[in-house]
């Protein structure tokens, strides 16, 4: 299973756009990225996955460059509520394993 | 929908003492996953279940064992509880095989005294 690397905090300004990258250098083919949310007392909820270049949906962009080595989740105009720990996980699509490690995810905290 | 259910929410033990903790999923889920959150910290893999009957090691198993009692059910037994198992456990539930979006519980608070 890849490694991820994410920054351990960010800070941010409600209506700003938030940018969390995480690196996975060695990913590998049948890879994908998907991004999970977790508010205090809660369990984490899936938010986006992605293979390639960009996915949107309701909630969130997700960015992954040609190498696939890094991806960024983006946060439009974030509010108060979307100070969360945010989770970047590798996985193998349809892979025998379910493995997942988490990590220690990116805590972001969102002042007024 | 009721998802990822977990019993009990809260817990308080003495050292040495042990307990199962309950969880069951109705979405048909093959995978079901027991991980732990200490304060401040992000969640570990205790085990997990690839389908019904499999079980595996995660990445902090010591101390702990656990049962998948049919394809509903997966169950986190700490035969005598330490302080150092003081922790927050999320159950969680997914289709087979990586990549399928995982659902986890509201969590069980455990105190071990």
């Known amino acids: 299973l890849a490694k991820t690397t994410q920054p351990i905090s960010m800070d941010s300004y409600e209506g700003q756009e938030v940018n969390i990258t995480c690196s996975h250098n060695?990913?590998?083919?049948?890879?994908?990225i998907t991004w999970y949310q977790q508010f205090p007392s809660q369990g984490p909820r899936f938010i986006i996955q992605?293979?390639?270049t960009k996915v949107t949906n309701e909630v969130a962009s997700l960015f992954i460059p040609a190498d696939r080595k890094s991806s960024t989740l983006s946060l439009p105009r974030v509010s108060l509520s979307d100070t969360a720990v945010y989770y970047c996980l590798v996985e193998t699509y349809g892979g025998a394993t379910n493995k997942l490690i988490f990590g220690t995810g990116t805590l972001l905290a969102v002042q007024p | 929908n009721a998802g990822v259910t977990q019993t009990p929410k809260f817990q308080v033990l003495k050292t040495g003492q042990s307990m199962t903790l309950q969880c069951a999923q109705d979405?048909?889920?093959?995978?079901m996953y027991w991980y732990r959150q200490d304060p401040g910290m992000g969640l570990r893999l205790i085990y997990y279940?690839?389908?019904?009957?499999?079980?595996d090691k995660g990445e902090v198993p010591n101390g702990y064992n656990v049962s998948r009692l049919n394809k509903r059910e997966f169950s986190l037994r700490l035969e005598s509880a330490a302080p150092s198992q003081t922790s927050v456990y999320f159950c969680?539930?997914?289709?087979?095989?990586?990549?399928?979006?995982?659902?986890f519980g509201e969590g069980s608070w455990l105190t071990v005294v």
């Open positions: 992605g293979y390639k």
């Open positions: 979405m048909n889920h093959n995978s």
């Open positions: 969680a539930s997914s289709e087979a095989g990586g990549g399928n979006t995982i659902y």
């Open positions: 279940s690839a389908s019904e009957g499999t079980t």
């Open positions: 060695n990913i590998a083919t049948n890879d994908y």
